[in-house]
C-alpha cells in the first residue's frame, strides 16, 4: 500500500489545520491506521491510532485537540487539528499497518505552528 499525506502548512498558535492521508489498494478498510510525528531534533512519536472498527486512541499531548477519522469509501484517513501549539510543530507521518503484520508509511508533511 501507498501512503500520501497532504494538509500540512504553517498556522499561527491556536489555529487550525487538517491533514489527509490518501491509501492506494482496495483493502485499505482492514488497516489499522495512525498517525506519527517528529518534532525538531526529537524521535518520532505517536500522535493517535485509529483501528479497522474506528477504535480510537491519542497521546495524552494532543487529546481534546485532535481528532482521528477514517473514511473508507475514499481510502482516507484524516487528523483534524485544533488550538495548535508551538509544541505540535514536526513533520506528520501516516502509519498503516496490515492484518498480515505489514508497516507502511507515508514521506511526510510538515506542520509549523509559529506567530
Known amino acids: 500500500v501507498q501512503l500520501v499525506e497532504s494538509g500540512g502548512g504553517m498556522v499561527q498558535p491556536g489555529g487550525s489545520l487538517r491533514l489527509s492521508c490518501a491509501a492506494s489498494g482496495s483493502t485499505f478498510s482492514i488497516y489499522a491506521m495512525g498517525w506519527y510525528r517528529r518534532p525538531p531534533g526529537k524521535q518520532r512519536e505517536l500522535v493517535a491510532t485509529?483501528?479497522?472498527?474506528?477504535?480510537?486512541n491519542y497521546a495524552d499531548s494532543v487529546k481534546g485537540r485532535f481528532t482521528i477519522s477514517r473514511d473508507n469509501a475514499k481510502n482516507t484517513m484524516y487528523l483534524q487539528m485544533n488550538s495548535l501549539n508551538p509544541e505540535d510543530t514536526a513533520v506528520y507521518y501516516c502509519?498503516?499497518?496490515?492484518?498480515?503484520?505489514?508497516?507502511?508509511w507515508g514521506q511526510g508533511t510538515q506542520v509549523t505552528v509559529s506567530s
Open positions: 502509519n498503516a499497518i496490515s492484518p498480515g503484520g505489514g508497516n507502511y
Open positions: 485509529i483501528t479497522r472498527g474506528r477504535g480510537t
